[in-house]
């Protein structure tokens, strides 16, 4: 089986959400998906989307399958606010525009928040989609078979044929990236866009990702961004390997400005806490800082530095390698 | 079919139901499914999603950027199916400029993304509408574009008629800031002589700063500049969040090994995207400029050719009066725009070539060296001795008040990072100061821009060695004809709307006099002196209209002492018509609500934005279907020029003299004729320009730096490549970003100032006055009456109040207005996450939300700004806390580069007030 894989540059992501409104407008703004967000970027630390999504289960625990949470509509994703635009715009009234219900949280409720203490404070954005993780948990609970991982490319997705929402997957995914469908009755999530790749253009969320964080390519294709990245250079690690998914989005870890000592004096730390990352990205998360550091310095003095050329991707296009003979992908049409 | 039938829905009902209940843990356990699964062969039910791709890709594809003041100007694809547009997606086409820079793509944001939501939701314009009751009481009547027309036309020219041209006032707001689109509102204004204030004013997106230093006040880079350079501050600035297109190319620097130092009081997304934070305290950011001084004067970090030639630096200035040395003081009848410098060869004062009234138009020195410091004596033009010193000297004495330790107190900023940054700015081959729009958002914003242009001039930044930056625009020459067949009455942003809101108001009551005194070094009474002597001059400002036709813009949102400022325009308007695309809380106090097309529905055209070299047109995908009955700008000016010239010809007043404008007719000058009989076939050139594709054409055909490009070009990729002519004082080069002040630096022309110099000696009497002469540090203005600094920088999700109330946009925030404070200010005042509150002080008051953020300073409150007073409780928007205040240097005017002009004029203030906050019990009426 070969795997389509992406990278995501945290360093490069801006938390703009284009990304999010991408993929919404391509896929989830209609048929009872408008409350999901396949792909969205929040704020780390924080509870993230679905409210809690960390402490919610799922994954694997050796070779069992932990047990997992549904989130709530209202609480944990948050209700698809409609806005009352006719009577507060174009009748006699004092109301304001607001949420026709009121919002109880959102897929980027916790925006700019962070953690940390002023002037020490401290956050990162962190998109996330579906991880179409080699192991995936989500396919091993779901009673009806429905969910299967494609050969040529390793996309996972959710028989929609088959399925019948029963929504094992739903709890069974530890980063709760699958979102049952209310009016169809069936799961759905992130489809890594296949439909877009059988065309040779790249996923929305990477192509039209304006801060140019997302790497898209094949793992095994050795000249593209996503293998050099993640096995080379090792500078793009997965989000809580812990949960045993084996997951196939990876992310190339934050830097940050250095946190102030209690003079006010600038020190020579990032501000955010390493074992912290250490956390989300697992003990490689410490060499990969190291490498981007040492090159940047090098980049700093003049020198060459070929994994900050990739990471720089000096055009669009080079990001992105899809065509399964391994040669130059992504300027599609779509 | 009314409003909701017509708007796109996407109805929600039921899904409640199927989700609320308890938590439920799941399992089961059937790892063995996964070898399984993954061999299976039946998969003809992918086509479900092929086939909504499809669906989203549509029948039509045009192409569009969203012409709004957010400067970004980005190509985008639109399909369209069924005439309805489907999806947006960027070209992500432009081509690179040179292998070892980023190219550009996919330029593109979460507003532009959005925009299709945007153009069918629910408060989109669909009608021409005319106000039933009371003006803001939502009683709309439905009337006929016709009627409309007609009766708007009636009062215009009874307007003109009885109480004047000046009593007009035609306003595009910068809602439409594209070539095209706004090409129809100038020219109806300009023809009718009418009123228009100058909207970079009227925003407050003034760079004053940079107008003092460089007699132009968008100055700047291409935003590719950034990859070039080793040392980046972001000052003021937040373009992780403002220029989410280029902001890769920040990002890439890093990676590139530069520097980036983001100066702001809050840990923002581009202070966490940068090597360094400085987090200087709201408002005391000209200490922090002057530190800088300090040590790169007392380090000798001074590139000394450069400042010989291209500063005002070694200019004489006398020390008895404290006046620059001029032709005037050494000779009868000398000229007033003359200045000298120490010629250390020749060891006397010569006049310096290239200053304003300087026969020789070259900053070439020949053989003078002028000396840096020291002090002199010439002989008067009466045979007094006159003592004499440098302008770098008196730049010295003020910087050297400034050392890091003692401005610490005042900035927070640690020492060793301001020694680190002056070294950084100094040690790096190109390095850049970034000024943002929140700079000159306080009164001292001058100074720190000031400051930081004399940093970049000390250390020799210009050129393609960087400099200072504050927004770059391209020149598209050639337009003139289009938007301005005859004089217009080009009025003051600031002024104007200060004036007219009777905003002097809000300052008495929010500044003390004596806090004023302190602060500023001018109180209530001063400004007031000022404004009378600057109206006096009657350039700039041409009295509050009496009929108002305003574009796309949403002057009671974004002014303030917002509910006074309101109602004081409006109690002297006869007539109020508003022209939008959409409802905003400017329109909702309309006489008559004309609907217009969006981004989407009309060809257009936009190239003067800097910060890169792409422009943008759109092709609206074929079969587009309208949007209820709307009608671009250029259609409903037609529409109105027509009514217009059908009502005066009734009335008997074919043509109206004003002697305000004269035109040349031969040896004659004669007063221009406003030809209202004749202003239909004036306004489409003879008919010549009958529809927005005609004016995109005549565009392109006319612009010099839009060549060679056609409009077949544009129709083809969605946009095409400004050719070298585009710059104003560089040439735009095909393979390199583009640096300003090339023509200065390398072939010696001279700026645009009155020393003909980047100028850091200003001696008009008000600099005297306040004793800025030079650059100097000036402390934040907001009074001690309320505990908290109240400022509003600029939001991720809208481009000013655009895309504020998008239903998409608002689900990814909170649905609802909110300020951000610190979690330790929000305990003081048993404040927790979410709650509602009261914003107030004596000017007013706003309610909203709270979310608590550890990376706001104590004592402070930030908020997004714009969003719309109508998403307020009562309605009562952010402005209604924020006090009117002018600064005394930018009303300065008729001196030398400060004259009224695009160059020098003032700024709204937004950032000097105070608030305090209370929890409120969350009611929205």
Redesign the interface.
């Known amino acids: 089986?070969r795997q389509l894989a992406m990278v995501i540059d945290l360093?490069?992501c801006?938390?703009?959400?284009?990304c999010?409104?991408?993929c919404?407008?391509?896929?989830t703004?209609?048929g009872?998906r408008?409350?999901m967000y396949w792909n969205h970027v929040e704020t780390e630390p924080g509870k993230g989307y679905p409210r809690d999504w960390k402490n919610a289960?799922g994954g694997w625990e050796g070779?069992?399958?932990?047990?997992?949470?549904?989130p709530?509509?209202?609480e944990d994703y948050?209700?698809?606010?409609?806005?009352n635009?006719?009577e507060?715009?174009?009748?006699?009234?004092?109301?304001?525009?607001?949420?026709i219900q009121?919002?109880q949280w959102?897929?980027?409720?916790e925006?700019?928040?962070?953690?940390?203490?002023?002037?020490n404070?401290?956050?990162?954005y962190l998109p996330r989609l579906c991880n179409h993780c080699t192991?995936?948990a989500c396919?091993?609970?779901?009673?009806r078979?429905a969910?299967?991982?494609?050969?040529e490319d390793g996309i996972v997705?959710i028989?929609?044929?088959?399925c019948r929402g029963y929504?094992?997957c739903?709890?069974?995914c530890p980063y709760k990236k699958i979102y049952?469908n209310?009016?169809t009755g069936m799961s759905e999530k992130c489809?890594f866009?296949?439909?877009?790749v059988?065309?040779g253009t790249p996923p929305?969320c990477a192509?039209?990702?304006?801060?140019?964080a997302r790497h898209v390519s094949y793992l095994d294709d050795r000249e593209g961004p996503v293998h050099r990245l993640v096995n080379e250079w090792k500078v793009a690690l997965p989000l809580l390997p812990q949960h045993g998914t084996q997951p196939n989005v990876y992310y190339v870890p934050p830097?940050?400005?250095?946190a102030?000592d209690a003079?006010?004096?600038?020190g020579d730390k990032p501000r955010l806490p390493e074992n912290y990352l250490e956390e989300l990205f697992g003990p490689g998360v410490h060499d990969a800082l190291a490498t981007l550091e040492a090159e940047?310095?090098?980049?700093?003095?003049?020198e060459a530095s070929e994994v900050?050329d990739i990471?720089?991707?000096?055009?669009?296009?080079d990001m992105f390698r899809l065509d399964r003979g391994g040669q130059q992908g992504g300027q599609g049409d779509? | 079919m009314d409003?909701?039938e017509f708007l796109k829905g996407?109805g929600?009902c039921?899904?409640?139901?199927?989700?609320?209940?308890p938590?439920?843990?799941?399992?089961?356990?059937?790892?063995a499914?996964?070898a399984?699964?993954?061999?299976?062969g039946d998969?003809a039910?992918?086509a479900?999603?092929?086939e909504?791709?499809l669906g989203?890709?549509g029948d039509a594809q045009g192409f569009a950027f969203h012409c709004s003041n957010c400067q970004g100007n980005c190509a985008w694809k639109v399909y369209a199916r069924d005439g309805v547009v489907t999806?947006?997606?960027?070209v992500?086409g432009y081509p690179?400029i040179h292998?070892?820079?980023?190219?550009a793509?996919?330029?593109?944001?979460?507003k532009g993304?959005?925009h299709?939501?945007e153009m069918y939701?629910?408060?989109r314009l669909l009608y021409p509408l005319k106000r039933g009751?009371e003006r803001g009481?939502?009683?709309?009547q439905r009337i006929t574009w016709e009627q409309a027309f007609e009766e708007i036309a009636e009062k215009v020219v009874e307007t003109l008629d009885e109480k004047g041209l000046e009593a007009l006032m035609v306003y595009t707001g910068t809602g439409i800031l594209s070539q095209g689109r706004r090409a129809g509102p100038l020219r109806l204004g300009a023809l009718l002589g009418a009123q228009r204030m100058y909207p970079a004013s009227a925003v407050g997106d003034m760079f004053t700063g940079a107008s003092l230093a460089y007699g132009v006040t968008n100055i700047g880079h291409s935003l590719d500049a950034w990859f070039e350079a080793?040392t980046i501050f972001l000052w003021a600035m937040n373009p992780?969040?403002t220029r989410?297109?280029d902001?890769?190319y920040l990002?890439?620097a890093?990676?590139?090994?530069?520097r980036i130092y983001t100066i702001t009081p809050d840990?923002?997304?581009s202070?966490?995207?940068?090597?360094?934070?400085v987090?200087v305290r709201p408002g005391t950011d000209a200490y922090l400029a002057m530190s800088l001084l300090h040590v790169l004067l007392r380090d000798n970090h001074i590139d000394e050719a450069f400042v010989r030639e291209q500063t005002d630096l070694p200019f004489l200035v006398r020390t008895d009066t404290g006046e620059l040395l001029r032709h005037r003081d050494l000779r009868p009848r000398g000229r007033d725009n003359v200045f000298y410098a120490w010629d250390e060869a020749a060891d006397r004062a010569v006049p310096m070539p290239g200053t304003a009234g300087h026969h020789r138009e070259t900053l070439r020195l020949g053989d003078i060296r002028p000396a840096l410091g020291g002090t002199f004596e010439v002989q008067g033009r009466d045979g007094e001795t006159i003592e004499v010193t440098t302008v770098l000297e008196r730049v010295r004495a003020e910087a050297a008040r400034y050392p890091p330790e003692e401005t610490?107190e005042i900035t927070?900023?640690?020492p060793?990072?301001v020694e680190r940054m002056a070294a950084d700015l100094a040690g790096a081959e190109r390095a850049i100061i970034n000024i943002g729009f929140a700079m000159h958002k306080y009164v001292s914003g001058t100074m720190t821009c000031w400051a930081a242009a004399l940093a970049c001039a000390l250390t020799g930044h210009a050129g393609d060695r960087g400099g200072l930056d504050t927004e770059n625009n391209w020149s598209l020459g050639g337009l003139g004809d289009l938007s301005n067949p005859k004089p217009a009455r080009f009025g003051s942003g600031f002024f104007t709307e200060w004036l007219n809101g009777d905003m002097e108001k809000s300052m008495r009551r929010h500044y003390p006099d004596e806090h004023l005194r302190k602060t500023a070094g001018y109180d209530s009474d001063d400004v007031r002196r000022h404004v009378e002597e600057k109206k006096a001059l009657g350039t700039s400002y041409f009295g509050r209209p009496s009929a108002l036709l305003l574009f796309a813009d949403n002057m009671f949102r974004r002014n303030k002492d917002e509910s006074h400022y309101r109602e004081t325009m409006l109690s002297g308007l006869d007539i109020f018509v508003n022209i939008n695309h959409r409802?905003d809380s400017t329109a909702?106090w309309a006489d008559y609500v004309l609907p217009a097309k969006s981004h989407y529905e009309s060809w257009d055209i936009r190239g003067e934005l800097g910060y890169h070299r792409y422009c943008n047109i759109t092709v609206p995908p074929k079969g587009l279907a309208p949007v209820g009955e709307t009608r671009s700008e250029w259609e409903i000016c037609l529409g109105l020029a027509r009514a217009i010239a059908r009502a005066a010809k009734q009335r008997g007043i074919e043509q109206i003299a004003d002697p305000d404008f004269l035109e040349q007719e031969g040896d004659m000058a004669a007063p221009v004729i406003r030809d209202l009989a004749r202003l239909e076939e004036d306004f489409t050139l003879g008919g010549t320009l009958p529809d927005d594709e005609a004016v995109v054409r005549w565009i392109m055909e006319n612009v010099p730096a839009i060549a060679p490009w056609t409009p077949e070009d544009g129709a083809k990729h969605g946009f095409v490549i400004l050719n070298e002519q585009a710059g104003y004082t560089s040439p735009l080069a095909a393979n390199r970003p583009y640096y300003s002040f090339e023509r200065n630096v390398y072939l010696r022309e001279p700026y645009s100032t009155e020393s003909g110099r980047q100028q850091f000696f200003v001696d008009h009497p008000t600099f005297r006055k306040l004793g800025c002469t030079v650059p100097t540090a000036m402390g934040p203005l907001r009074p001690p009456s309320f505990p908290l600094a109240f400022y509003t920088p600029h939001t991720?999700h809208g481009i000013h109040s655009q895309w504020r109330?998008n239903?998409?946009l608002?689900?990814?925030?909170?649905?609802?207005p909110y300020i951000w404070l610190?979690p330790?200010t929000a305990a003081e005042r048993g404040i927790g996450e979410d709650d509602p509150v009261r914003v107030f002080n004596d000017v007013g008051e706003f309610h909203c939300k709270v979310?608590?953020?550890?990376?706001?300073?104590?004592g402070a409150v930030v908020m997004d700004h714009a969003w719309?007073p109508?998403?307020?409780?009562?309605?009562l928007g952010l402005n209604n806390a924020v006090a009117g205040v002018l600064s005394l240097v930018e009303l300065v005017d008729d001196w030398g580069h400060l004259t009224f002009s695009p160059n020098w004029d003032g700024n709204m203030i937004a950032f000097e007030t105070s608030v305090e906050v209370e929890r409120s019990d969350g009611g929205?009426?």
């Open positions: 089986m360093n490069k801006i938390g703009c959400q284009t999010t409104l991408a919404k407008s391509q896929w703004d209609r009872g408008e409350f289960g070779e069992q399958l932990r047990p997992g949470r549904l709530r509509l209202h948050g209700y698809p606010a409609e806005f635009y006719e507060a715009l174009f009748e006699p009234t004092e109301k304001p525009l607001r949420p009121e919002m959102g897929p980027n409720w925006e700019d928040q962070g953690a940390g203490e002023f002037p404070s401290y956050f990162f192991k995936p396919l091993a609970a779901c009673p078979q969910i299967y991982k494609r050969e997705l028989d929609q044929d088959r929504r094992y739903v709890a069974a049952f209310p009016t489809i866009c296949y439909p877009r059988e065309r929305a192509y039209q990702c304006v801060g140019r830097l940050s400005p250095p102030f003079d006010g004096r600038p940047i310095e090098r980049k700093g003095r003049g900050l990471l720089i991707a000096y055009r669009h296009g779509a | 409003r909701r996407t929600y039921g899904l409640a139901l199927m989700f609320g209940g938590l439920t843990a799941l399992a089961v356990n059937n790892p499914q996964a399984a699964a993954a061999a299976r998969r039910w992918e479900l999603y092929r909504e791709l989203t890709l999806r947006e997606e960027q992500a690179q292998p070892r820079i980023p190219d793509n996919p330029r593109g944001c979460n993304i959005i299709s939501k939701q629910g408060d009751g009481k939502g009683q709309w080793k992780i969040v989410i297109p902001a890769h990002t890439e890093r990676y590139n090994g530069a840990y923002n997304p202070a966490r995207s940068a090597t360094d934070w987090p610490r927070g900023v640690h060793e990072l409802m909702l991720r109330g239903q998409e608002l689900r990814l925030q909170r649905g609802e610190n330790n979310k608590l953020v550890p990376g706001v300073p104590p719309e109508y998403q307020f409780r009562k309605r929205v009426q």
